[in-house]
């Protein structure tokens, strides 16, 4: 499957160091965003759309939050790149 170049425990730091904080009075608890997005053979992410969210507030964060993240290497298959999807929680605390 295709994963964040550095791997999932570097882009989990990523988004820990880059996720803004939304109104805090909606943050007593775990707030989660599901989202599905393409990434492509040469990396890119394309087609984000939004799975689960509480409001367009946090759909916006996590979009922009995989926009301007880290790269991603596409799946393999028979070493080939190929465009694959992928599910991906962003959790606001």
């Given amino acids: 499957p295709p994963?964040?170049?550095?791997?999932?425990?570097?882009?989990?730091?990523?988004i820990q160091?880059?996720?803004?904080?939304?109104d805090s009075?909606?943050?007593?608890?775990?707030?989660?965003?599901?989202?599905?997005f393409s990434v492509e053979p040469n990396g890119k992410i394309d087609s984000i759309s939004i799975i689960r969210s509480p409001g367009k507030p946090f759909s916006d964060e996590a979009i922009r939050l995989i926009r301007e993240?880290?790269?991603?290497?596409?799946?393999?298959?028979?070493?080939?790149?190929?465009?694959d999807q992928v599910n991906l929680r962003i959790v606001f605390k």
């Fill in 17 to 22: 160091e880059n996720i803004r904080k939304l």
């Fill in 25 to 36: 009075s909606a943050i007593s608890q775990r707030i989660v965003v599901v989202l599905n």
């Fill in 69 to 83: 993240g880290p790269v991603w290497q596409p799946a393999q298959e028979n070493g080939k790149a190929i465009r």
């Fill in 3 to 14: 994963e964040p170049a550095g791997g999932m425990e570097k882009f989990d730091k990523y």
